[in-house]
């Protein structure tokens, strides 16, 4: 069922470029190339990688270099625009055709997250989409 995930992490770790571009990618391809801006967003926000993947089994500390960890994801990958709205058309439009439906579900329940701070925004959304679906949740 892991690989069910595999669209959380195009979700929130790929732009559309990334998507149209490496579409043909498989899942280790994908995973290389997310390590180097997992990096970039650690070392930006002091996140650590345990931290980050605890995110996977429900654990969301209060913690502001993880939420702000998050942010620096959306950014990166432009799924977050300056003013802090997050881009659900284009997360949809990451999503590969065999996972729309478990996908679209997810971001459409987690479309009322809100909130002024970037950082607690993006946090609650990740938090969100993983109490919808746990077992498609991949921490980006």
Not at 22 to 46: N, S, V, Y
Not at 52 to 70: A, H, M, N, Q
Not at 71 to 81: A, P, S, Y
């Amino acid at each position: 069922m892991r690989s069910a995930g595999i669209f959380v992490i195009l979700i929130c770790s790929l732009s559309l470029r990334l998507v149209f571009v490496h579409g043909g990618m498989d899942i280790d391809e994908i995973r290389a190339m997310l390590t180097k801006f997992r990096k970039k967003c650690m070392d930006e926000t002091k996140t650590n990688l345990e931290t980050i993947e605890d995110t996977e089994f429900g654990v969301f500390p209060e913690d502001e270099s993880l939420k702000c960890y998050f942010k620096c994801v959306f950014e990166k990958f432009h799924m977050m625009d300056k003013d802090g709205k997050i881009k659900y058309n284009i997360l949809k439009k990451a999503i590969p055709d065999v996972y729309k439906e478990i996908g679209n579900e997810m971001i459409d329940s987690c479309k009322h997250i809100d909130s002024q701070n970037k950082c607690e925004k993006t946090f609650m959304f990740m938090k969100c989409m993983y109490n919808v679906n746990p077992w498609a949740y991949i921490a980006p």
